[in-house]
């Protein structure tokens, strides 16, 4: 890689970062990179490639609207074909000669004398420095997983690993096998290990609301109803529709009772052992956690080969997984399904603003951003997936779309007014954020009675989004360059040549080129 300076730099080639290079190429701007450390794109479906791994939002939904797929083989689509989709996707749109892959991105600073980014990388032990005007970071937050610092973990004589980085070396048949949680990849998993191992000991700490998953395969002539004109387009408006009158009750908890009573009957009928049932049972409202979809999961934890301790767990001793409670568990295997860093995503330690300060100093364990995007002090730098646009019960790609229109809009704004920085007003970002955590304080993540990611090490909400995903879309639908304040292009060059100039001119000839449209 002989370039080293680019107008704009993306970091991670997932859906998110995909659909922003695509929609920077259909306005004009083609001086970008998208840097993945990983030696393929695809993001958190690159790498959950765990037995029964499947989306847990309709497949009719679940892509770009800009190019919908009419084909899908189930009403949920199975990770390989979510996965084949956006690397098509990638390719169709012509993005992936913009991809530089196995390059990790280990630091990131501003540039006040410049006025660019530095981003200093890593492929191998090759190190390399690189400058980019503006940064998008579209690394998401179902990325890094948390490894549980269990004492006497490392020393475990079995096999360990995280769901989402399956060992699929590892031959289950007949072992004795721990998973520890019971989020909403492990009821994806369970029941298709279920069958192989010889016992399956599931650790659970909390219960979790399961609704039914009208799952089916599409037939050959429903998936040839969908090529025809507007139909995919119309039947994905009508479950988008559907899907958003559910989510009225995250902000009016009230409403989720009558889904609660389907979860309930749910459970009654899969699992007749009382005390199973009662383990299986949660006495938190419902959405207050991620509500998940499964058929299987309950006939799978009521076989004979399966045991349920509702517990946390406390330590590893030697083979044997010892529960908060003392219960205990010899086994083979560990499988961890326990989640990933969400509120304390992993680049925040890596991007430094104009004090030099990290995101993660600057956020304090509570992340916030301007509607979800743009943050003070750290000029020319926009998240995809940020603080507070996380919703629960609709589909990932509606808030992707919402955001990089968002971000096209500043983009264009900085090509319109020839500015050099774009960076959003303190004021604004403090009220705005007042105003989302308001609103939240009625709602099911907040008030619910569990104990979720959606609440951050501080104990507040910096991941649930208050409002509809309608209000969303209309936020982030125009760039609001009143909330910004602009600094134009000069000639940073010619700058420097007078650098023996005292601080005094230096500043008044910034505040001069100042500018609030």
């Not at 990638?90 to 280990?106: C, D, K, Q």
Request: charged content about 20%; glycine content about 8%.
């Amino acid at each position: 890689m002989n370039k080293t300076h680019w107008d704009t730099i993306i970091i991670g080639a997932g859906v998110s970062g995909i659909g922003a290079a695509i929609k920077l190429l259909e306005q004009g701007f083609s001086d970008f990179l998208i840097l993945e450390k990983y030696p393929d794109l695809g993001g958190c479906w690159r790498d959950n490639t765990y037995p029964g791994c499947a989306c847990d939002v309709p497949s009719a939904l679940y892509s770009y609207s800009f190019a919908q797929k009419p084909d899908w083989s189930r009403a949920f689509a199975p990770q390989a074909e979510i996965l084949s989709y956006v690397r098509s996707t990638a390719e169709r749109f012509g993005i992936t000669p913009f991809i530089r892959y196995g390059i990790a991105v280990e630091d990131s600073f501003w540039q006040e004398e410049s006025q660019q980014w530095l981003i200093k990388t890593a492929e191998g032990d090759v190190k390399t420095e690189l400058t980019a005007n503006k940064v998008i970071s579209a690394v998401g937050y179902l990325h890094e997983p948390i490894m549980p610092t269990l004492p006497g973990l490392n020393e475990f004589n079995g096999k360990v690993f995280h769901s989402s980085r399956w060992n699929h070396d590892c031959d289950l048949s007949g072992k004795r096998v721990a998973v520890i949680g019971t989020g909403a990849s492990a009821i994806q998993f369970v029941p298709e290990i279920q069958p192989k191992v010889g016992k399956l000991s599931i650790f659970q700490r909390t219960p979790q609301w399961i609704l039914p998953k009208p799952d089916h395969r599409i037939p050959a002539i429903e998936r040839a109803f969908f090529r025809l004109p507007l139909t995919l387009n119309s039947w994905r408006k009508l479950i988008y529709t559907g899907f958003e009158a559910f989510g009225v009750g995250f902000r009016k908890p009230l409403l989720l009772k009558w889904m609660q009573k389907i979860a309930s009957a749910h459970i009654k009928r899969k699992i007749k052992d009382p005390e199973l049932r009662r383990k299986l049972s949660p006495d938190y409202t419902m959405g207050c956690k991620r509500v998940l979809l499964s058929n299987n999961y309950y006939p799978a934890v009521a076989k004979s080969n399966v045991e349920v301790l509702a517990t946390g767990v406390k330590e590893i001793r030697g083979n044997t997984v010892v529960g908060q409670d003392g219960s205990e568990a010899d086994v083979d295997v560990i499988i961890l399904g326990t989640g990933f860093h969400v509120s304390d995503v992993p680049i925040a330690h890596h991007v430094h603003g104009r004090d030099g300060r990290s995101l993660d100093d600057v956020w304090q364990g509570s992340p916030e951003a301007y509607r979800g995007t743009c943050i003070h002090n750290f000029p020319n730098f926009f998240l995809i997936l940020g603080p507070n646009l996380a919703i629960g019960h609709n589909s990932a790609f509606i808030v992707i779309e919402a955001q990089i229109n968002y971000i096209m809009g500043a983009v264009k704004t900085m090509q319109r007014n020839q500015l050099q920085t774009l960076e959003v007003k303190a004021e604004v970002q403090q009220g705005y954020n007042q105003r989302v955590q308001q609103e939240l304080q009625g709602t099911v993540w907040n008030t619910g009675g569990c104990s979720s990611y959606y609440l951050d090490q501080n104990g507040k909400n910096s991941i649930g989004f208050p409002w509809s995903t309608y209000r969303m879309r209309k936020l982030l639908s125009r760039f609001d360059m009143a909330s910004y304040v602009g600094l134009a292009k000069v000639d940073w060059a010619a700058q420097n040549l007078k650098a023996s100039s005292t601080k005094k001119t230096t500043t008044r000839r910034k505040k001069a080129t100042e500018v609030s449209v």
